[in-house]
């Protein structure tokens, strides 16, 4: 059983930039996924156990960076030119599967609490 604790969500302006934490109890394939109100929780970031392989959707390529220290079991998200609509719930998540890094909510055994991102316009 792995437990997941995110840290990091906030209020921010339109354009700024937020950096999400996510202590882990053990390693595996992580990602980042968001929910906002009355749509379906999406993936917006994932990357491999070793930390070499990453994978974005078009929706966020070039504005978020997913990454990890393996050494203090941590996975991070940094956002970067938020938008309005990055609004939501922000949940880091893991899977004990092996590769390619997988984009569905159903992939992924572990999850944390989810904290709150919220972007002004």
């Known amino acids: 059983q792995v437990q997941l604790v995110e840290s990091g969500g906030g209020l921010v302006q339109a354009g700024g930039s937020l950096r999400l934490s996510c202590a882990a109890s053990?390693?595996?394939?992580s990602g980042w996924f968001r929910q906002a109100p009355g749509k379906e929780r999406e993936f917006v970031a994932g990357?491999?156990?070793?930390?070499?392989?990453?994978y974005y959707p078009d929706s966020v390529k070039g504005r978020f960076t997913i990454s990890r220290d393996n050494a203090k079991n941590m996975v991070y998200l940094q956002m970067n030119s938020l938008k309005p609509e990055d609004t939501a719930v922000y949940y880091c998540?893991?899977?004990?599967?092996?590769?390619?890094?997988?984009?569905?909510?159903?992939?992924?055994?572990?999850w944390g609490q989810g904290t709150q991102v919220t972007v002004s316009s």
């Open positions: 998540a893991g899977r004990s599967g092996s590769m390619p890094i997988k984009s569905a909510p159903t992939d992924y055994e572990y």
């Open positions: 053990g390693r595996t394939q």
């Open positions: 990357i491999s156990a070793s930390g070499r392989t990453t």
